[in-house]
């Protein structure tokens, strides 16, 4: 079965350093998303992206984030200058159609941890 | 966009049916229900989305009303592994993100 991949599974980094999280998404999949989580809350969406352009984006989503499809197979989002408050899991999804009511697969998960 | 309400925490024993009702009084009429799954350390997983009636799938089976104010997924026979939170998710065709509650953490005990 087709997943989504995520990495690093796993990135620690100092305050005001600016972090890559990559992910390759199922690769007929048109519609892609960057959710986060923080430990012990519920899943936030970020940002959704298709036809190489930002679709939709929620207020968490600021200044200091960006989203990219460097190519054909990657994913990643770019966090500028890393706060404490970002830590948490960084979960990518992929869709191959639009919209909330058709099935998202998720990857497994980058968990950022900003000291 | 249809807001939810479940409950924070269910328990269950082995080989039992679980059944967790959702509420949803405000969905709209281009709302679909949507399920997902997810067990610690690890994305949400895609379990079952029904707009009304019954909806059956190898994983679970989704119950919706006439009136479409709630809905109960229902897991049959249940085994330790489906310990895991489960969202019940509320949106329309057009939305393009998902918007999760807390879910309801589902324990299964041997």
């Known amino acids: 079965e087709p997943e989504v991949t995520q990495t690093p599974s796993h990135q620690v980094t100092q305050m005001g350093q600016e972090v890559i999280l990559r992910c390759v998404p199922i690769?007929?999949?048109?519609?892609f998303y960057w959710y986060r989580q923080i430990l012990g809350q519920k899943v936030e969406f970020l940002v959704s992206?298709?036809?190489?352009?930002?679709?939709?984006k929620s207020e968490i989503f600021d200044d200091q984030f960006s989203v990219e499809r460097p190519d054909g197979s990657n994913f990643t989002l770019k966090i500028r200058s890393t706060k404490l408050e970002d830590s948490a899991m960084y979960f990518c999804?992929?869709?191959?159609?639009?919209?909330?009511?058709?099935?998202?697969?998720f990857g497994p998960g980058t968990r950022l941890t900003v000291t | 966009l249809a807001k939810t309400t479940q409950p924070i925490s269910m328990d269950s024993y082995e080989g039992q049916e679980v059944n967790i009702t959702c509420s949803h009084n405000n969905i709209a009429t281009n709302d679909y229900i949507t399920w997902y799954q997810q067990f610690p350390s690890q994305g949400p997983r895609f379990i079952i989305q029904g707009y009304k009636t019954k909806v059956t799938n190898e994983v679970a089976s989704l119950f919706i009303p006439a009136d479409r104010k709630s809905s109960t997924l229902s897991l049959p026979r249940v085994s330790l592994s489906d310990t895991a939170v489960y969202y019940c998710l509320g949106g329309r065709r057009s939305q393009g993100n998902l918007i999760f509650g807390k879910g309801t953490k589902l324990s299964v005990k041997p």
């Open positions: 999804a992929s869709s191959g159609l639009a919209g909330g009511t058709y099935e998202q697969y």
């Open positions: 690769s007929n999949h048109l519609y």
């Open positions: 992206f298709y036809n190489n352009e930002i679709s939709e």
